[in-house]
Each structure stands twice: as structure tokens, then as C-alpha cells.
């Protein structure tokens, strides 16, 4: 039975914890990709299969997203990469630079969504259950979770699905 192993590291407003169990690693990242996040002081775990949990990146500037491709590009060579729970901030990244994906694919992303009532909110969206949609560029339809209303996607959606054709997961065969 394979023990699992957690590390954690620091880069001013950014906080990396590393989760390994057996063939996956788990990078989870949280706070600020800037200025003061240094690639190569990121722990590389060679594994079968390598996620990124993201729901909980804020904000990149251009230091942080230099730092991050090259982090991608160092982990693409240690396995397969899949990008889970997307911030909109990290979406929006995606879209301005694409290596920030290296090799990998996006599992889920957030999506920014209004209620004319309750305000902006964002929802989850997991890529093979919105495949059609969200390959044609058009954003699932969300329902407000108190006023049972639908939601209106709060982005244009041609720029904000324009990541996913090229990063969808690819189907078991």
C-alpha cells in the first residue's frame, strides 16, 4: 500500500501544497502567480498523472505567468498533465497564453456567471459533460441556485471557451 506524501511551499501570496499518492500528484495552488513565484524552487514529482487544482489562483502579472509555463514545461516531462477547477483568472491566462497548458488538458474550469437578482457568481464546469456546448463556444445554461432563475453568462463567449477545442480531454477508448 503506497503512503502518501504532502509538501507545501511558499512565494510571498502564493502557496503550492504537493499531494502524492501512488502514480498522481497533486499540485494545488493558491493565492498570486507574481513576481515572487520561482519555478524552480517547485518541488518536480515524477508521476503516471499530474493535476493542478486551481479554483484558487487570484492573479497573475507577466513575471508569474513567464514562471509558470516554464513550471508547465518542466512537469510535462515528468507525465501527463490535467487541469482541474480553473479559476476565471487562470481561464482567462489560458486564452491570453497557451503554453500555459503545456501538454495538459483541462478537466473543469469556473465560469462567470449574473443573476439579475443575486448578483455574479461563478459556476463549475466539467469539460466532458458540456462537451457540445462549450466546443461550439456556447456556455452551458446555469441555474441560480436561490431564485431558480436562469443565469446569464457574464463573458463573451467566443473568447472565454476559446482554450477548450484544443485542450478537451480526450475519450477512454
Not at 20 to 40: I, M
Not at 55 to 82: K, M, P, Q, T
Not at 128 to 140: C, G, Q, T, Y
Request: some cysteine; charged content about 25%.
Amino acid at each position: 500500500m503506497s503512503q502518501a506524501t504532502h509538501n507545501t511551499v511558499n512565494f510571498g501570496a502564493l502557496k503550492i501544497t504537493i499531494h502524492q499518492l501512488a502514480d498522481v500528484v497533486t499540485y494545488t495552488f493558491d493565492g498570486d502567480v507574481d513576481e515572487n513565484f520561482r519555478h524552480k524552487e517547485v518541488p518536480r514529482v515524477a508521476a503516471k498523472h499530474i493535476n493542478f487544482v486551481l479554483e484558487n489562483v487570484n492573479n497573475f502579472n507577466s513575471v508569474g505567468i513567464r514562471e509558470w509555463v516554464y513550471l508547465v514545461r518542466d512537469l510535462s516531462a515528468l507525465g501527463s498533465l490535467c487541469f482541474k477547477r480553473c479559476s476565471v483568472t487562470m481561464v482567462d491566462q489560458i486564452n491570453m497564453v497557451p503554453d500555459s497548458l503545456g501538454n495538459g488538458v483541462v478537466e473543469s474550469f469556473y465560469a462567470p456567471y449574473a443573476c439579475d437578482e443575486h448578483g455574479e457568481t461563478s459556476r463549475l464546469i466539467v469539460t466532458k459533460d458540456h462537451a457540445r456546448e462549450i466546443l461550439s463556444h456556447e456556455a452551458p445554461v446555469m441555474i441560480c441556485e436561490q431564485c431558480k432563475k436562469k443565469l446569464d453568462f457574464d463573458a463573451l463567449e467566443d473568447a472565454y471557451f476559446m482554450f477548450v477545442s484544443a485542450n478537451m480531454p480526450k475519450k477512454a477508448s
